[in-house]
C-alpha cells in the first residue's frame, strides 16, 4: 500500500541537542511539507519542497532544516536553535504544489518532547 | 489579514446530526478543506470545496459561501468513531494553506 511512514512515533530531546525525524513516501508525489502541530493552534507550516535538491521556508523555519535528496525522503533537523521544540510534527505529501485543489497525505506524525 | 475560526468543542450524540462551523476572512480564496484527525494519528481528507453550495459525501456533507466568509461540515447518523478533530483549512490567494485550530468532536452514547 502507498503511503507516507514517518519514524520515530516519539522522541526525546536533550538540551542543545540537535535531532532528526524521518518522513518517507511511496506516492510518488512530488511535493512535500512538515507541519507542527501544537495544542489549541491551527497547523503551522515549516518547510515545503517542490522537487528533488529545492526546498521553501514556510512560516516558522527558524530552529529548523531539511534535505531534499531523493524524492521518496523529506527529513526534518530540530537544531540546537529552536528553543521550543516540544510539539506534533507531522509530514505530508500533495503530487504538486500550487493548482488549487490537491489534497494532502499525511504521516501519523512524531510526538517530540524536551528532556 | 487572514484568520479561520471554529468553535473549540463540541459534543453530540451517537445517531444524531451536527454541524461543525468554520469562518474565515483572506485576500484570495482558492478553495476550502475539511480533514478528520483522531488523537494522535494523521489528518485524512474529507472534503474540498471552491464553488458555493453543498457537497455530499455519504455521511459528510460541505457547505460553502464565498460571500458569507462561512463553511461548514455536516455528520450525519453519528458514530462513536466520529469523535475526532475536525480541521477547516482554506487556500489563499498564493495557493497557501491557512489552517484553523481544529474543533474536537465528542460523541456520546
Known amino acids: 500500500d502507498g503511503g507516507i511512514t514517518q519514524s520515530p512515533k516519539y522522541l526525546f530531546r536533550k538540551e542543545g541537542q540537535n535531532v532528526t525525524l524521518s518522513c518517507e513516501q511511496n506516492?510518488?508525489?512530488?511535493?512535500m511539507y512538515w507541519y507542527r502541530q501544537d495544542p489549541g493552534q491551527g497547523l503551522r507550516l515549516i518547510y515545503y519542497?517542490?522537487?528533488?535538491?529545492?526546498?521553501q521556508k514556510g512560516d516558522i523555519a527558524e530552529g529548523y532544516s531539511v534535505s531534499r535528496e531523493k524524492k521518496e525522503s523529506f527529513p526534518l533537523t530540530v537544531t540546537s536553535a529552536q528553543k521550543n521544540p516540544t510539539a506534533f510534527y507531522l509530514c505530508?505529501?500533495?503530487?504538486?504544489?500550487?493548482?488549487?485543489?490537491?489534497?494532502?497525505?499525511f504521516g501519523s506524525g512524531t510526538q517530540l518532547s524536551v528532556l | 489579514g487572514q484568520n479561520i475560526d471554529q468553535p473549540t468543542e463540541m459534543t453530540a450524540t451517537e445517531g444524531a446530526i451536527v454541524q461543525i462551523n468554520c469562518t474565515y476572512q483572506?485576500?484570495?480564496?482558492?478553495?476550502l478543506f475539511w480533514y478528520q484527525q483522531h488523537a494522535g494519528e494523521a489528518p485524512t481528507f474529507l472534503s474540498y470545496?471552491?464553488l458555493d453550495g453543498l457537497e455530499e459525501k455519504g455521511r459528510f456533507s460541505s457547505f460553502l459561501s464565498r460571500s458569507k466568509g462561512y463553511s461548514y461540515l455536516l455528520l450525519k447518523e453519528l458514530q462513536m468513531k466520529d469523535s475526532a478533530s475536525y480541521l477547516c483549512?482554506?487556500?489563499?490567494?498564493?495557493?497557501?494553506?491557512?489552517w484553523g485550530a481544529g474543533t474536537k468532536l465528542i460523541i456520546k452514547p
Open positions: 470545496n471552491v
Open positions: 483549512a482554506l487556500k489563499d490567494s498564493n495557493y497557501q494553506l491557512i
Open positions: 505530508a505529501s500533495s503530487i504538486e504544489v500550487g493548482t488549487g485543489y490537491e489534497k494532502l497525505f
Open positions: 483572506t485576500s484570495g480564496f482558492n478553495g
Open positions: 519542497s517542490q522537487i528533488v535538491n529545492d526546498f
Open positions: 506516492l510518488n508525489h512530488d511535493a
